[in-house]
């Protein structure tokens, strides 16, 4: 029993030590709780301010090409998708790549709000200097985007470091790596 002030505190010492150990166990529970939520991605800080300058220069109408802006064989892309919220359309600048006749666009930071956007549209606009088209994007299946990314990984494609595999990686990692970071076939309507 411990006497502060004159009045007895015991029974409010035991509450405490209950309602910390009770708090404990709720940070616990809800640290557990967010272990199994759905997490969302989001892009490294960098990307937002190369996303700024890219996004400047491309409405502009200066030609880019990726990965290092003003050379390399990936061509960059104003994508204008839809939000799925507010309608709205949002922009992004996206390298497109670029094999056997067809165009696919992938995300290296995993599914983020564009991917979430273009998934609800099916569609997207594509603009390059004054050109703009209309094309409808269509997932690939797992085994079909594993294909692909291994092919672009094996040509040396240096945007496919930010999925986790490597040229010597099996058909299995990449069947892993396009589940959280998806391809998408682009098709002119």
Same mark, same amino acid.
């Given at each position: 029993?411990?006497?502060?002030?004159?009045?007895?505190?015991?029974?409010?010492?035991?509450?405490?030590?209950?309602?910390?150990?009770?708090?404990?166990?709720?940070?616990?529970?809800?640290?557990?709780?967010?272990?199994?939520?759905?997490?969302?991605?989001?892009?490294?800080?960098?990307?937002?301010?190369?996303?700024?300058?890219?996004?400047?220069?491309?409405?502009?109408?200066?030609?880019?090409?990726?990965?290092? @802006?003003?050379?390399?064989?990936?061509?960059?892309? *104003?994508?204008?998708?839809?939000?799925?919220? $507010? /309608?709205? +359309?949002? #922009?992004?600048?996206?390298?497109?790549?670029?094999?056997?006749?067809?165009?696919?666009?992938?995300?290296?930071?995993?599914?983020?709000?564009?991917?979430?956007?273009?998934?609800?549209?099916?569609?997207?606009?594509?603009?390059?200097?004054?050109?703009?088209?209309?094309?409808?994007? @269509?997932?690939?299946?797992?085994?079909?985007?594993? *294909?692909?990314?291994?092919?672009?990984?094996? $040509? /040396?494609? +240096?945007? #496919?470091?930010?999925?986790?595999?490597?040229?010597?990686?099996?058909?299995?990692?990449?069947?892993?790596?396009?589940?959280?970071?998806?391809?998408?076939?682009?098709?002119?309507?």
């Amino acid at each position: 029993m411990i006497i502060y002030g004159g009045h007895d505190d015991s029974f409010s010492l035991e509450k405490n030590e209950k309602a910390t150990m009770a708090t404990t166990d709720n940070i616990s529970l809800e640290t557990n709780e967010k272990k199994t939520m759905a997490t969302t991605e989001k892009t490294p800080w960098f990307v937002h301010w190369g996303n700024v300058l890219t996004l400047t220069l491309m409405r502009a109408g200066v030609k880019l090409v990726g990965p290092y @802006i003003f050379f390399g064989s990936y061509p960059m892309y *104003l994508f204008t998708v839809h939000g799925r919220k $507010s /309608g709205l +359309p949002r #922009t992004v600048v996206l390298a497109i790549m670029e094999r056997n006749g067809k165009r696919y666009v992938g995300s290296p930071y995993g599914i983020v709000d564009w991917v979430r956007n273009l998934r609800a549209a099916g569609e997207a606009i594509l603009t390059r200097r004054r050109r703009a088209e209309t094309v409808n994007a @269509i997932e690939l299946p797992k085994d079909e985007a594993a *294909l692909v990314l291994r092919e672009e990984t094996r $040509s /040396g494609n +240096p945007f #496919t470091r930010f999925y986790g595999v490597t040229a010597d990686s099996s058909l299995e990692e990449f069947e892993r790596a396009v589940i959280t970071h998806p391809l998408f076939v682009l098709e002119r309507k």
